[in-house]
T-cell receptor, first 113, second 113 residues
Framework: AQSVTQPDIHITVSEGASLELRCNYS??????LFWYVQSPGQGLQLLLKYFSGDTLVQGIKGFEAEFKRSQSSFNLRKPSVHWSDAAEYFC???????????FGEGTQLTVNP | DTGVSQNPRHKITKRGQNVTFRCDPI?????LYWYRQTLGQGPEFLTYFQNEAQLEKSRLLSDRFSAERPKGSFSTLEIQRTEQGDSAMYLCASRGRLAYEQYFGPGTRLTVT
């Protein structure tokens, strides 16, 4: 069965610093990969997605992610973090033949002024 | 595009009562999903509809849970004889015909006292 691991439960960065959130997946073939962001008490907003092609994908709010097949990873990055980026971030995968999303446990991001 | 909507946003109920939640997907989306999210965890898949057909149910969906999508538009999720362990955020998502990304509603927060 497919699975997603987000090794960092909580990350704290200073405003203006760079950010990288880690995501590893377990799946035999190339899955479809997603990053979502969730503010407290809210639903999930799609940040970006990877299906195929260029392994570096751009998303909203200045985020990008890189798919690395050899490492089974899909890490999320942002060059300069803003205080409004404080939220919980979820990596998710769907099998190409399936439908349900499988989520990681999330990484809580705190941004210090 | 008005997005996915869910009602109510919050529900407090006493143990043993029945509750029903509603989800209105993005209008042209034929696929609709229900997920449950407990504190500090990623969302977990409950069930999935394609048009009015319920195509997949998770083991998490006990006999007390039932979902419907009678006309292939909105969906309802009913929990009978609620238990304290049912307290969670219930999220609805929808997906278009030719896409894999899912768009989430704001969720319904259920508290069982």
């Amino acid at each position: 069965a497919q699975s997603v691991t987000q090794p960092d439960i909580h990350i704290t960065v200073s405003e203006g610093a760079s950010l990288e959130l880690r995501c590893n997946y377990s799946y035999g073939a190339t899955p479809y990969l997603f990053w979502y962001v969730q503010s407290p008490g809210q639903g999930l907003q799609l940040l970006l997605k990877y299906f195929s092609g260029d392994t570096l994908v751009q998303g909203i709010k200045g985020f990008e992610a890189e798919f690395k097949r050899s490492q089974s990873s899909f890490n999320l990055r942002k060059p300069s973090v803003h205080w409004s980026d404080a939220a919980e971030y979820f990596c998710a995968v769907v099998e190409t033949s399936g439908s349900r999303l499988t989520f990681g446990e999330g990484t809580q991001l705190t941004v210090n002024p | 595009d008005t997005g996915v909507s869910q009602n109510p946003r919050h529900k407090i109920t006493k143990r043993g009562q029945n509750v029903t939640f509603r989800c209105d997907p993005i209008s042209e989306h034929n696929r609709l999903y229900w997920y449950r999210q407990t504190l500090g965890q990623g969302p977990e898949f409950l069930t999935y509809f394609q048009n009015e057909a319920q195509l997949e149910k998770s083991r998490l969906l006990s006999d007390r849970f039932s979902a419907e999508r009678p006309k292939g538009s909105f969906s309802t999720l009913e929990i009978q004889r609620t238990e304290q362990g049912d307290s969670a955020m219930y999220l609805c998502a929808s997906r278009g015909r030719l896409a894999y990304e899912q768009y989430f509603g704001p969720g319904t927060r259920l508290t069982v006292t």
